[in-house]
């Protein structure tokens, strides 16, 4: 969908198919896009690593926690959705093109605060970043709407993450550019490669208004193109995805009692619906403390994500003392919670 990584390389060549799903996506509401790529773009059932070795031949396809057939491809090749790899960023007093109300990933490390706008990540993916000398990978994948930061540092290494084009549970596998390992975005587990089994760490974030954020942090950085023209910014190529039927690119179980595409908030093995959320305002839960306040776009609803129907903003923290402290937490649909979690405890009332 995307044809090369930002700044850095020259388009790859593409297939047919490739290139009809890279301009159908910028331009037809994604209800169009799941009829048309469910008939040209779906995997052959047994995914085989012999037909993957061509583009990954840095990658141990000997070492692997998944089956390989959970594994599919999502159209683009390797990074095909290009990765931002020298982000830039301005303060926020100088930020003109974002609404009020649409919504930025939040990170906050070493008491620097910096605001990454989903109408640059929902083109991009993944954003490589150093943040008061902490190597961070901002990430978002719009087919399960996961919002997830990451250390980047392994056993005293940093890598440096890519887009590999392929899916699990219609989630986002990454790659490192160290080892051409394979890793999930929405639990960063290596799949496969020399670190399959490794897990990165989860950084505490929040999927905020930019508003609400220049509220917080009025010296705080902001993320924007380093060119401005490279992708229609501020669209969403996946228009209606939020409100369809069923996922894209996901043959998995459904869980009971919920729509497969209604968001609920998830903190490890346990998740509520974020409709009861809402109607409560606020959930208590041993530690943890939810709440649920109006103002937010949502990133998945309309052609133009400032438009987007209100969702609200959620804020999870946990008690520590007479204290809240932010933790890690994904607004998330409740498929990809039972993909992820099957066993796991999903409050819908």
Known sequence: ???????ERDPPPMGVLDAVFRRVAAVVPFVVLVALTSLTLTPPAGADPAMWRAEWPQTDFSRHT???????????????????DRPAFKPVGEIADLGPKEPVITLVVGGEARAYPLRILTWH???????????????????CNAAIAFDRRIDGRTLEFGTTGKLRNSDLVMYD????????????TGLIGAHAGRTLAMLPTRVESFERFARRYPTGQVLVPDNPGFRPYGVNPYTGYDTARRPFLYSGKFPDGIAPMAYVVAVEDEAWALDLLRIKGRIEAGDLVLEWEPGQNSTLDRPMIADGRDIGNVIVRR????????TTFHVTFAFVFHAFRPDGRLHTE
């Open 319 to 326: 008690r520590a003392g007479a204290t809240l402290a932010d």
């Open 66 to 84: 998944v089956p390989f057939g959970e594994i599919r491809s999502g159209g683009p090749p390797k990074d095909g959705i290009p990765s931002i």
């Open 125 to 143: 993916e993944i954003a490589n970043d150093v943040i008061a000398g902490v190597p961070v990978a901002v990430t978002y994948c719009p087919l």
């Open 1 to 7: 969908m995307l044809p090369l990584r930002w700044r």
């Open 177 to 188: 550019r160290t080892t051409e390992s394979w890793w999930q975005q929405y639990t960063g």
